[in-house]
């Protein structure tokens, strides 16, 4: 155990050995990097709800939108199906097919037959089965040339004279959503890398005291016991200063009294 004189001089002369500062970013570098992770972490979660809230309600609006449709389609369409008058019939599909985002349309009787069809020739995968109840509202996905298509079947007549069917491109909410969320995303970004250099510069001011009190110690350790120690830090930074100041003036005092031994 070293005792009190010999410390003393160790400090006076600067012969205590200086350990190796550890390997690895600063201090400043480290809180600065973990405000910038967790403000990264916070936007790339802010952008996830947002794609996903803003997914659910273009998906909830699109098969709104295709029930609509289609059940307008079976009131305006039970006329035609009743007088068996195909040619008006036919112009009515046509009529609907064109609406935004509506990929194909037909109309089937009460045995599942095709009637009229915006298709030419309508793929077998897109044909009812005979055996199902024309009564009740259907939904199903689908892929039809390729794409996906959420299809609603909607009863005309309450199934006594057959059901309309309409198609509607599910990948157009897809591309409405990336058009919606990319002013959200620049919006969040921008809040992003502003959090991130508001971080360094606090980081920088949260730190500063710190580093000067490690300087200062530097320099007591050394042997300079006229070093400077600030005070005018408070909370525990200022706390710290205030046991460095003790600590010095202690070795000072001590030193000075074994100089006049």
């Known amino acids: 155990m070293i005792d009190e004189s010999s410390s003393a001089l160790a400090v006076k002369n600067g012969s205590f050995p200086l350990r190796p500062r550890p390997p690895g970013a600063s201090l400043s570098k480290r809180i600065a990097g973990t405000f910038m992770g967790i403000t990264v972490i916070l936007g790339l979660l802010v952008i996830a709800i947002v794609y996903e809230f803003t997914g659910r309600a273009l998906r909830a609006e699109l098969q709104q939108r295709a029930w609509a449709v289609a059940t307008n389609l079976s009131d305006a369409a039970a006329g035609f199906v009743m007088g068996k008058n195909f040619l008006e019939l036919n112009a009515l599909i046509t009529k609907y097919a064109r609406l935004e985002g509506v990929a194909y349309v037909f109309v089937e009787d009460i045995k599942g037959e095709v009637i009229a069809t915006s298709q030419g020739a309508l793929p077998p995968g897109l044909r009812s089965s005979s055996s199902q109840d024309m009564r009740q509202t259907r939904e199903r996905a689908l892929t039809f040339r390729g794409r996906p298509v959420q299809e609603t079947r909607v009863p005309v007549l309450e199934g006594r004279a057959g059901a ?98």
Do not use: Q, Y
């Open 164 to 261: 309309a069917h309409v198609g509607i491109w599910t990948d157009v909410p897809e591309t409405e959503i990336r058009r919606v969320l990319f002013p959200i995303v620049s919006l969040i970004a921008a809040a992003v890398v502003a959090c991130m250099i508001s971080s360094i510069l606090l980081t920088r001011r949260i730190i500063r005291p710190i580093l000067g009190l490690v300087a200062t110690a530097d320099e007591i350790s050394k042997g300079n016991l006229d070093a400077t120690v600030a005070l005018d830090s408070k909370g525990e930074v200022g706390e710290l200063a205030r046991s460095l100041e003790r600590m010095r003036t202690s070795l000072k005092v001590a030193i000075n009294r074994l100089s006049r031994n």
